[in-house]
């Protein structure tokens, strides 16, 4: 399955939403169940990540169908976007400085710095332009 697919079954498929992704065409971005070793490991908060080549969810989250699995694949299509303008490095750079700086300087526990990293604020903004109601994926995530 394709992210697009997942917009256009949560009902989030809308011309202003994909503007806001541009470059980034939804269906070009498969979306794929972490496999379990990784599902393991992970920390039970984290419902989806994505990398420059696709969006990986739990199996759990993509079970969940509608408007919040749509959030959820909307906060990560923004993200694909940011790997695209940013690149490997940029993006991986930015983030993790972000994070490690809230963390280091400021003193903030996990949840706070990375509501700090502005790649995730940019994210979540967009999700709750269009999702007024929503914090974008929920505060149940990474």
Known sequence: MNA???LVASGLDRPEIRVRL???WPESIPVKVFPHWVDI???TW???MTTPSA????ARSLALGGKRLGRLIL???VHARQWREHGVI???R????????ARIRGRQKHRAAYRSISLEAEAYGICASFLPDSRGRGDTTG
């Not at 969006?55 to 739990?58: A, Y």
């Not at 930015?94 to 700086?101: E, I, K, Q, T």
């Open 75 to 77: 906060h990560e299509l």
């Open 94 to 101: 930015h983030y993790l400085s972000d994070y490690l700086r």
């Open 4 to 6: 697009g697919e997942l």
């Open 55 to 58: 969006i990986w969810v739990r």
């Open 22 to 24: 541009q470059p980034v």
């Open 90 to 92: 940029g993006f991986l």
């Open 41 to 43: 490991l992970l920390p």
């Open 46 to 48: 984290i419902e989806a």
